[in-house]
């Protein structure tokens, strides 16, 4: 694959800016110049949708949602952050298994099925990358993903 991060990141901010207009979305864009992965086009866009689905159903109050796109070395990062209800020390450990949903009781009314975020984390684990979680428990959550550059030279495509 051949895949334009920024493309895909602003295509899903696009998105969801439109279908959640009571939300504020917010993309930071540091890359200077077109940055590619060696990953499907597809995957990339269904990663970012988990984690934008998230986003969304677990804000509270402050229904903000931030992107970030940056290049460290050979890296990619790119960052989805929320102000929602975050995610304690403890269950930070489980939230990439399969099935494992924080509080049950609470996340039964949100639906799913604790399946989106072992999904994303198998799809870019299989890429090469890494994903890690951030959270303040009341303080929202930011996950974090970094992603080989295709191609570690910014004069070649
Ligand atoms: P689905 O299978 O539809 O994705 P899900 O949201 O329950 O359902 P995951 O995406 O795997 O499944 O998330 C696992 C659990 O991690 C969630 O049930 C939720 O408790 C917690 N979680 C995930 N993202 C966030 C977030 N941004 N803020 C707070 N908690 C989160």
């Given at each position: 694959?051949?895949?334009?991060?920024?493309?895909v990141?602003?295509?899903v901010?696009?998105?969801?800016?439109?279908?959640?207009?009571?939300?504020?979305?917010?993309?930071?864009?540091?890359?200077?110049?077109?940055?590619?992965?060696?990953m499907?086009?597809d995957h990339l866009e269904q990663i970012m949708i988990i984690l934008s689905?998230?986003?969304?159903?677990?804000?509270?109050?402050?229904?903000?949602?931030?992107?970030?796109?940056?290049?460290?070395?050979?890296?990619?990062?790119i960052?989805v952050?929320?102000?929602?209800?975050?995610?304690?020390?403890?269950?930070?450990?489980?939230?990439?298994?399969?099935?494992?949903?924080?509080?049950?009781?609470?996340?039964?009314?949100?639906?799913?099925?604790?399946?989106g975020l072992?999904i994303a984390q198998k799809l870019i684990?299989?890429y090469?990358g890494?994903i890690?979680?951030?959270?303040?428990?009341?303080?929202?959550?930011?996950f974090?993903i970094?992603l080989?550059?295709?191609?570690?030279?910014?004069?070649?495509?």
């Amino acid at each position: 694959g051949n895949t334009d991060i920024r493309e895909v990141v602003t295509l899903v901010y696009n998105n969801f800016k439109m279908i959640h207009d009571d939300f504020t979305f917010i993309l930071d864009d540091d890359l200077k110049h077109p940055t590619f992965v060696n990953m499907s086009r597809d995957h990339l866009e269904q990663i970012m949708i988990i984690l934008s689905d998230n986003a969304v159903k677990y804000s509270r109050d402050r229904k903000e949602i931030h992107y970030s796109v940056s290049r460290n070395g050979g890296q990619v990062q790119i960052a989805v952050q929320d102000f929602g209800e975050g995610i304690s020390p403890e269950e930070a450990h489980h939230v990439f298994d399969r099935f494992y949903r924080v509080d049950k009781a609470r996340s039964r009314k949100q639906g799913g099925n604790g399946l989106g975020l072992s999904i994303a984390q198998k799809l870019i684990e299989g890429y090469g990358g890494t994903i890690i979680l951030e959270s303040a428990e009341g303080h929202g959550s930011i996950f974090r993903i970094t992603l080989p550059i295709k191609n570690n030279d910014r004069k070649s495509k």
